[in-house]
Nanobody
Framework: VQLQASGGGSVQIGSSLRLTCVGS????????MGWFRQAPGKEREFVAV????????FYSDSVKGRFTISRDLAKNMVFLQMDSLKPEDTAVYYC????????????????GGQGTQVTVSS
């Protein structure tokens, strides 16, 4: 079972990026899926989560109104549209999956994977 994130890059303030995470090895349709990030020297930080079967979404206060999470159940994918990027968004972004949404919010999900680097410069 694997979650692979992609779509990161180096951009300037105010730019947009769209991250993609593909799950393999099992169906995640019954799992909540989400994103967390880790900046150098900092702890992992919850970013966004979407309930199983594409239900409700929740965001950290730091990204609310700028980031949008969505998913494609049929393709076992979750996306993170990031707009109005700021330097403080610079981090490695990881996707995660868990039967319990709460575990993603506390950054303790059952499934995780390799991340993708996002760098925002001024």
């Amino acid at each position: 079972v694997q979650l692979q994130a992609s779509g990161g890059g180096s951009v300037q303030i105010g730019s947009s990026l769209r991250l993609t995470c593909v799950g393999s090895g099992r169906s995640f349709s019954e799992y909540a899926m989400g994103w967390f990030r880790q900046a150098p020297g900092k702890e992992r930080e919850f970013v966004a989560v979407i309930k199983r079967r594409g239900g409700s979404t929740f965001y950290s206060d730091s990204v609310k109104g700028r980031f949008t999470i969505s998913r494609d159940l049929a393709k076992n994918m979750v996306f993170l549209q990031m707009d109005s990027l700021k330097p403080e968004d610079t981090a490695v972004y990881y996707c995660a999956a868990d039967e319990k949404l709460h575990n993603i919010v506390i950054v303790n999900a059952e499934y995780g994977g390799q991340g993708t680097q996002v760098t925002v410069s001024s």
